[in-house]
């Protein structure tokens, strides 16, 4: 199977509908941000065609233990590096095909390189990304390689008026962490 990635605004109508059919709520995205919508070719003309989901990348998580490190973030070098590191934020498809995922995950890696270095201007590094809920353990992260680093500590920062206030912590799901290293040192 041949596919195509097309980089859509998140208020894209199809990304939407779609994005909002995924197990994990939308909230929104924030910071720097690429979202696809994910077509086979073998099915003819990309556009006028449904689209077999959608896989989006965004800024990394600002602190999560396992994940620093695995990438080596220390407090001093944390500002230049968390802001190389994909955070495949979300990834659903609404068709099952065997190997679709781990096809559609593979594609996504080298395209969104690309399109982070235009857009950004930013060197990317790696990727990371957080998967919970019952049955999932991140069987297409394994198939593409990618490392299981550890889980979240189930709690979160929440800050209602904006990053630099104070928050409180929250309890939350605790989640599985997938990082893939695209070099060893930078």
Known sequence: ????????????????????????????????????????????????????????????????????????????????????????TVFRLITRDKNLGSMVLSLFRKQVINDWQKKYNTEVIGFETFVFGENRTGTIYKADNWQYVGETQGSAKYKPHGAYNKGERLQTDKKLIFCKRLKETW
Not at 57 to 81: H, L, M, Q
Request: aromatic share 10%; proline share 3%.
């Open 1 to 88: 199977m041949s596919l195509t990635l097309q980089q859509v605004s998140r208020e894209n109508p199809e990304y939407k509908s779609i994005r909002n059919q995924h197990y994990v709520k939308n909230h929104g995205c924030i910071g720097k941000q690429i979202h696809y919508l994910i077509f086979s070719n073998d099915l003819g003309e990309v556009f006028g065609q449904k689209p077999l989901g959608i896989i989006s990348g965004a800024s990394a998580v600002w602190a999560c233990k396992p994940r620093d490190d695995y990438f080596g973030i220390t407090k001093e070098n944390r500002v230049d590096v968390i802001d190389k590191i994909i955070n495949n």
